[in-house]
């Protein structure tokens, strides 16, 4: 049976139902969370000289 597709939000809540959120739990928790937040990180890293020549780009008037 494959699994649904989820956002990053549902599966963090989904991983809180699991689990429970319990102080035992806390490392599962925030593993998780490390864990989907590290490809948005990745990202910015390559792309951040990108991503400040377009907001510059964009701020000049005229």
Partial sequence: MPLPLLTATIA????KGL???SPADYGKFNS????????AAIIFL???NYI???ITAGAVKG
């Fill in 32 to 39: 998780a969370l490390v864990v989907l937040g590290m490809p």
């Fill in 19 to 21: 689990f429970g959120f």
């Fill in 12 to 15: 963090v809540n989904t991983l």
């Fill in 52 to 54: 400040t020549s377009g």
């Fill in 46 to 48: 390559f792309a951040r």
